[in-house]
């Protein structure tokens, strides 16, 4: 099997990384670099890392992560206490929020002209969601969003120091919202004072358990969704016909949002790491040895999609690797429908149209980012009533 050291996409946000890895994936199924890392790129290996756990476990990271980096059994105890935030219950009570804070964005939006759409609307959207699911201050927008942004820059230099930096920044700055949430009288019922009120087996949560669940969910939703939103609104924007269906067809926003984002990935990649030997399409991976599995591949794989850039809303949404797959699927993957339904439904609605401006190209966003830096749209809105 050939090498390929250069796997991850190259530094340039006018090239788009999935041409090299579509280029990766049909030259070499499973490329190591020199530091002894595997990169997956083809779906039927990827599914194979998300279910064989005992092969292929999620202790690849150096710090603990609750409950990403955990392996059966303790993993199921954390995901038992995890899931009842994002039941069908739950979510049904933000909705409204969803919805509100969908039309509020859309609204300061500019009337008409060019705008980028991941400064006006994908990363406000994302922090304005995340604040309100968690019950925190809007005063937290601005923090977050300026923490992301050194996370991403941390992660993309490569330096451990670095990423332990970013990592006590973020464990200051929620040490001092959650002590504000202890001292609340009455308790509150949001979902930040119910985790302080969450038990494992009698015990109560540690504190970095509690901050560590919370690192999860918030990279989550501000990386992810606003990564989503951006690719949502520039596939639209340069598919006019399918812009036209969903306008007529609402109903159909969810479905086809899945579809573009399975298309283009808004999560580049995740890690496992090897309990034991393993052969994965005929490269010998040692045990203890660190993979990579690109999403941003899988869900494009030939031999699962056909042409991977044919959109089709009668897609097979159990093949959609979107969100995961086995014990590790996404919890928060119905809020993230939901939420991304209701924006996307909402710029449809106050629009009559957004198209690419010439002269203005959207900017890629580099590993380990998905989508764009940019969006430049020129939008056409429809008047207020």
Request: glycine share 6%; proline share 8%.
């Amino acid at each position: 099997m050939p090498l390929h050291h250069s796997w991850t996409a190259p530094v340039d946000a006018t090239t788009d990384p999935l041409v090299h890895y579509d280029a990766q994936r049909r030259l070499c199924p499973v490329a190591r670099d020199d530091d002894l890392q595997y990169a997956v790129f083809r779906h039927a290996d990827a599914l194979r890392l998300l279910l064989e756990h005992d092969t292929f476990s999620n202790q690849a990271s150096r710090h603990r992560s609750v409950p990403n980096s955990m392996d059966p059994p303790e993993h199921g105890v954390y995901r038992r206490l995890i899931e009842p935030y994002f039941s069908a219950e739950r979510l049904a009570q933000f909705l409204p929020a969803c919805r509100r804070i969908s039309a509020q964005c859309i609204a300061a939006l500019p009337q008409d002209g060019v705008a980028d759409l991941m400064s006006t609307l994908a990363h406000p959207f994302a922090l304005r969601m995340q604040c309100a699911f968690m019950g925190w201050p809007d005063s937290l927008h601005e923090p977050l969003r300026q923490w992301v942004q050194r996370k991403n820059e941390a992660t993309r230099s490569g330096n451990p120091q670095a990423t332990a930096q970013v990592a006590q920044e973020f464990e200051a700055l929620l040490g001092r919202v959650l002590a504000v949430f202890r001292h609340a009288d009455p308790p509150g019922q949001d979902a930040t004072s119910r985790l302080l009120r969450e038990t494992v087996n009698g015990t109560p949560l540690q504190e970095a358990e509690i901050t560590s669940i919370l690192r999860n969910w918030t990279v989550g939703e501000l990386g992810t969704i606003a990564a989503s939103v951006g690719i949502i609104a520039h596939y639209l924007a340069t598919h006019p016909d399918l812009q036209k269906h969903l306008r007529r067809h609402p109903g159909d926003v969810r479905r086809a949002n899945d579809e573009i984002l399975r298309i283009r990935a808004p999560l580049m990649a995740n890690r496992r790491k090897t309990t034991r030997e393993a052969d994965v399409s005929g490269t010998r991976v040692p045990a203890g040895a660190r993979l990579t599995l690109l999403w941003a591949s899988a869900n494009r794989d030939e031999a699962v999609f056909g042409d991977p850039d044919e959109f089709r809303l009668d897609r097979d949404p159990a093949l959609n690797l979107l969100y995961g797959a086995g014990i590790h699927a996404c919890p928060g993957a119905e809020l993230a429908r939901m939420e991304l339904e209701s924006i996307i439904q909402a710029l449809l609605a106050a629009t009559d149209s957004f198209l690419p401006e010439p002269g203005h190209r959207p900017r890629y966003a580099t590993y380990p980012e998905g989508g764009f830096e940019t969006v430049p749209l020129r939008l056409q809105r429809t008047p207020s009533p």
